[in-house]
C-alpha cells in the first residue's frame, strides 16, 4: 500500500495507524521485518486454498512472502501468533500461511470471552488508543484516542444497548498499542507535528492528531486519526537496550511446498490410479448400514487393507532410510510404513467408492480411524493427509483395536447420501459446516492435522473424539495427587470440557443437544475410566458450571512477560477462580465498568450465541456406549466422541 494512504479497504488487515509500525522494532528491542502490501482481498471466501490459482495477487500472498523472509533469515522461529478471537476469516488465512510454511499457528485468544479479554489486557498493562470507531455508540471526535482502560465502560454499554463486541471483534473499533509489557526500550507517543521531545515526562499523545470523519452518519458515524508523526519515549533501562533493526521484504511468495487438496476435489490422483493402488494391497470394502432418517439418507462404508502386500510395497523406502540403524529399527520403519500404505489404500478405495457413488469427501462427516499398533499412528496421520482434503475435512476418532492378524489399518466412515450445499455455505441445519481449528489455544485441542473438530451436515453435528488434552500445549492434563482415580477425573472433565466448547462454537450445547455419545477408555484404565466419565457426563446432563470454565493464557513465560498467571480449572481444586477486576472509568457515561462485564466475562461471551451451562430439558437420555480398546492416542485413559442434533435434527428447517 502506499504509504500515504491511511485506512486500505482490505479484508484482513488493520491499517490505520501503519506508519507508527515502523516504531515497533525501537520499542521492543527485537528486529522488525515488515513488507508493503501489494495484493488485495481477491479470494473473499471462508477457505484459504494456498498454491491455487484463485489466491493470485490477493493480500494473503504478501503476509507468505513476509513470513518466509522470517523463516530464511531467523531459521529459528517456529511459530506465528495471531491475535483473533472471532475471526474464522483471518484466523483461516494464518492458519493456511503456517501450515504451508511449516509454522505453528498460536492463537491464545481464540474464543476466549471478549470482557474477559478486556479485563486481562488492561490488568496486563496494555495501554492501547482507539484510532478507529466504526458502531453505534462510538463517535470519532469524543472517542478517538482514549485509552482501553477508559473506555471500557463505554465498551460494556453498548455491548449491551446495540450488541456489538466490547474487543472490537465486529469491527466496531481499531486500536494502537503505546505501551505493554514486550516493549521494553520504550513507550510509543502519538504527535501532530514532526516536533516533540523524547522525555519521559511527555504525555502519550503529545498533541490531538487530526480525526478524519469518514462517514458522518448520525446513528454510526465512523472515522480514525491520522497517525503521521510519532515519538519513542525511552524508559527506565531503555538507553542500555539496541534498538530492533527493521527489514523490509520484497519480491514475490515462493512458490508453495505442496498441492493442497481442494474441498471438492475427488482425488490429486486420477481414478484409475486410486484403483490400482487399492488393488495392490488387496483392500476389503463394504458397505453398511444404511438408512434413512426424515428424508435423509446416511449410511456407513468400510476399508481395511492386509499387511503383506503394503508392507512388500513400503519395505524399500523404510530400510533405505534406517540404513545405519538396527535390525529392530529397521522392522519398526517398516510395521509404521506398512501401516502408512495400509491406511492410503483404504482411504483411496473410499474415495473412490465415493466417486462412483456421485460423492466426495465433501459429504462425508466422520471417519473412525482404528490402528492396530497406535506407535503408528505418525506414519499413519502423514498418509492420512495425503489423501483427506485440507479444506472442510470431516471430523475423526482414531483409537487402537486388536484387528485381524495382518491388518495394521482399518475405517469407516459416515456418509450422507443427500445432495448437499457448498461446505460452509451457510449456518442453517442443511449446510454443512466443517470446523478446523488448526492453532494452538486455550479453547479447545488444534486439529493440526487434515480432520476437523466437528461436522455439522444435514441436522446432525458429528464432533471428533475428545481426549483429556491441555488445548495449549496439546499435553495431557494430570492430576496434582497423581492418583489413577484422580487423573481419571481430570482427564475426564478435560474431554467434556473441550467438547462443550467445540459444541458451542457449532451453535449447540451439550446439555441440550446431545443425541448419543460414545466413550472410549483405554484397557489400562478400565472401568476407572468410564464411572469418571459418566460422572462428568451427569455434570454436564445437570447443567454443572465446570463445563463452562475458560482458561485464559498464561503460564511461566507469561509471568516473564509481566502477564498475570493464567486461570487453570483442570485441577483437583472446585475452587473457582475470580475474574481479573479492573480500574473504573469511562467518558463520563454513567455505567459501572465492572458490572456491565459480566456478561462478557463468561462464556456467554465468547461469541457463540450459546448460553451457560443449563439442566437437560428432555423427558429422554442420550445413549451412551462404552467401548473399551486397547490405547487411545497419547496414551490417554478416556476419549469422548458425542453426536449432537443440529436444529430439529435430519429432515428440519430451521
Not at 353 to 371: F, I, K, N, P, T
Amino acid at each position: 500500500m502506499d504509504a500515504d494512504v491511511e485506512e486500505l479497504d482490505s479484508y484482513m488487515y488493520q491499517t490505520v495507524g501503519h506508519r507508527a509500525v515502523a516504531a515497533y522494532g525501537e520499542l521492543t528491542g527485537l528486529p522488525l521485518f515488515r513488507r508493503r502490501i501489494a495484493g488485495t482481498s481477491q479470494h473473499t471466501q471462508l477457505a484459504y486454498p494456498v498454491g491455487e490459482a484463485a489466491v493470485e495477487g490477493d493480500e494473503v500472498e504478501d503476509l507468505r512472502a513476509l513470513l518466509a523472509a522470517v523463516v530464511a533469515a531467523t531459521p529459528s522461529v517456529r511459530a506465528v501468533t495471531s491475535g483473533a478471537i472471532l475471526s474464522d476469516y483471518q484466523r483461516l488465512r494464518v492458519e493456511a500461511v503456517c501450515a504451508d510454511l511449516g509454522l505453528v499457528s498460536l492463537a491464545y485468544l481464540w474464543r476466549q470471552p471478549q470482557g474477559l479479554m478486556l479485563e486481562t489486557l488492561c490488568a496486563a498493562g496494555v495501554d492501547a488508543i482507539l484510532i478507529k470507531v466504526a458502531a453505534m455508540g462510538l463517535v470519532p471526535g469524543r472517542h478517538l484516542g482514549r485509552s482501553l482502560a477508559e473506555m471500557r465502560p463505554t465498551l460494556y454499554r453498548i455491548e449491551r444497548e446495540f450488541g456489538s463486541h466490547c474487543c472490537g471483534e465486529g469491527g466496531e473499533f481499531e486500536t494502537l498499542a503505546l505501551d505493554c509489557p514486550l516493549f521494553r526500550r520504550g513507550r510509543l507517543r502519538i504527535e501532530a507535528d514532526p516536533a516533540g521531545t523524547d522525555t519521559a515526562e511527555s504525555s502519550a499523545i503529545a498533541c490531538a492528531p487530526e480525526v478524519v470523519v469518514t462517514s458522518p452518519d448520525p446513528f454510526a458515524p465512523s472515522g480514525h486519526l491520522a497517525v503521521r508523526h510519532y515519538a519513542v519515549v525511552l524508559k527506565e533501562g531503555g538507553k542500555g537496550l539496541a534498538p530492533g533493526k527493521v527489514m523490509d521484504v520484497e519480491g514475490p511468495p515462493p512458490p508453495p511446498r505442496r498441492h493442497r487438496r481442494g474441498a471438492l476435489e475427488v482425488g490429486a490422483r486420477a481414478e484409475a490410479e486410486a484403483a490400482a493402488a487399492a488393488q495392490a494391497v488387496g483392500v476389503i470394502v463394504g458397505v453398511v448400514d444404511v438408512r434413512e432418517t426424515r428424508g435423509t439418507v446416511l449410511w456407513t462404508i468400510s476399508a481395511s487393507a492386509p499387511a503383506a502386500a503394503a508392507a512388500a510395497a513400503a519395505t524399500t523406502a523404510a530400510s533405505t532410510a534406517a540404513v545405519v540403524a538396527t535390525a529392530a529399527v529397521v522392522e519398526a520403519a517398516v510395521a509404521a510404513a506398512a501401516a502408512a500404505a495400509s491406511t492410503e489404500a483404504s482411504l483411496l478405495a473410499l474415495e473412490r467408492r465415493l466417486a462412483a457413488s456421485g460423492r466426495g469427501w465433501e459429504d462425508v462427516s466422520l471417519v473412525h480411524l482404528y490402528v492396530a499398533d497406535m506407535s503408528h499412528f505418525a506414519a499413519v496421520n502423514e498418509a492420512y493427509s495425503r489423501v483427506m482434503p485440507a479444506l472442510h475435512p470431516p471430523a475423526r476418532a482414531c483409537v487402537q483395536l486388536p484387528l485381524p492378524v495382518g491388518t495394521p489399518a482399518a475405517l469407516d466412515a459416515i456418509v450422507a447420501a443427500t445432495p448437499s450445499p457448498t461446505p460452509g455455505s451457510g449456518p442453517g441445519p442443511g449446510a454443512r459446516r466443517s470446523l478446523h481449528v488448526q492453532s494452538l489455544s486455550c479453547w479447545a485441542p488444534a486439529c493440526i492435522g487434515p480432520y476437523a473438530q466437528a461436522v455439522a451436515h444435514l441436522g446432525l453435528v458429528h464432533l471428533a473424539g475428545c481426549i483429556g488434552m491441555d488445548p495449549a500445549t496439546l499435553n495431557l492434563v494430570r492430576s496434582a495427587s497423581g492418583t489413577a482415580a484422580a487423573t481419571d477425573r481430570v482427564e475426564a472433565r478435560r474431554s467434556w470440557r473441550s467438547a462443550a466448547a467445540v459444541a458451542r462454537a457449532m451453535g449447540c450445547r451439550l446439555g441440550r443437544d446431545t443425541l448419543a455419545a460414545t466413550v472410549y477408555a483405554s484397557a489400562e484404565a478400565g472401568g476407572g475410566a468410564w464411572r469418571s466419565s459418566d460422572d462428568a457426563f451427569e455434570g454436564v446432563m445437570a447443567g454443572e458450571p465446570w463445563q463452562d470454565d475458560v482458561d485464559v493464557p498464561g503460564g511461566e513465560a507469561a509471568v516473564e512477560a509481566g502477564v498475570p498467571p493464567g486461570i487453570r480449572h483442570d485441577l483437583d481444586s472446585e475452587e473457582r477462580t475470580p475474574i481479573l477486576g479492573g480500574s473504573d472509568g469511562g467518558d463520563g457515561d454513567s455505567d459501572g465498568g465492572d458490572a456491565e462485564a459480566a456478561g462478557g466475562r463468561g462464556v456467554g461471551g465468547d461469541g457463540s450465541g450459546v448460553g451457560p451451562a443449563a439442566p437437560w430439558p428432555w423427558s429422554w437420555r442420550p445413549l451412551v456406549t462404552h467401548v473399551t480398546v486397547t490405547r487411545l492416542p497419547k496414551s490417554a485413559r478416556v476419549e469422548v466422541q458425542p453426536l449432537m442434533l443440529h436444529g430439529d435434527g435430519p429432515g428440519s428447517t430451521r
